[in-house]
């Protein structure tokens, strides 16, 4: 599988065998502007001509750089998306405000992040979540699975096997809109307050070394 249309073959293999097997009603795809998710939309909807039949989560956490919340109105409305904005707890986000502690400051986003997604997962009554991660963007990420069940939910990641490089690839061959703070230096994004340009080899350089370090305590508690 080394052509970018063989990757786009297997990832379109991965959405149908999700719809045959789950539906379309009770799978999300989770969204928060980022290219790789992007991509996997585009690909979704060359296969049902031009719509996404899936709805498209973005846990917003108001933390999010102004550019994101743009990008995400303007692709919502282009690609008629059908969005489902979960937002965080009142009280959590008060003390996260509140806080001059920046280790607890990023304690609550984290935890904010995780109440948000389960919350999500009663009230809109979905099975689990369709995700644009890949293998090479993290260790905690190289042995996951295209189907990987945890207690309560299923996670999908149809692009596993792409490369952060066949990523923009696609982007360009297809001409598909992107977030432009990637143009200025970011390779990952997250939070504004958590994110810088990338420093170092690692895509996810930029981001806060802390957070880095717990990805797969993260990832098993429910963060992706």
């Known amino acids: 599988m080394n052509s970018i249309h063989e990757k786009i073959a297997k990832s379109k293999a991965i959405v ?7 539906g379309t009603n009770s799978i999300a795809i989770a969204w928060k502007g980022g290219k790789d998710t992007t991509t996997l939309m585009h690909i979704i909807l060359t296969m049902y001509d031009g719509k996404i039949p899936f709805k498209v989560m973005f846990n917003d956490t108001t933390l999010e750089f102004k550019q994101v919340y743009k990008f995400i109105n303007q692709v919502s409305e282009l690609w008629n998306l059908n969005m489902l904005v979960v937002k965080h707890s009142n009280e959590k986000l008060k003390e996260y405000h509140k806080t001059k502690n920046k280790e607890r400051g990023k304690e609550l986003s984290r935890i ?6 389960n919350r999500a997962l009663k009230i809109h ?10 293998w090479d963007e993290h260790p905690a990420r190289a042995f996951e699975k295209y189907f990987s069940k945890r207690p309560d939910h299923i996670r999908i990641h149809p692009l596993l096997h792409f490369t952060e490089s066949d990523i923009w690839q696609y982007i360009k061959l297809f001409n598909v809109p992107y977030l432009k703070l990637y ?3 970011y390779r990952s994004i997250g939070e504004k307050p ?8 690692s895509e996810r350089s930029g981001r806060e070394p802390e957070k880095e370090e717990l990805m797969e305590k993260l990832r098993q508690m429910g963060y992706w």
């Open 16 to 22: 149908k065998k999700t719809v045959r097997l789950y």
């Open 112 to 117: 904010m992040k995780i109440d948000s997604l």
């Open 125 to 134: 009554k979905l099975k689990g979540y369709m995700l644009g991660i890949r």
């Open 183 to 185: 143009d200025k230096g």
């Open 194 to 201: 958590f994110t810088k340009k990338a420093q170092g080899t």
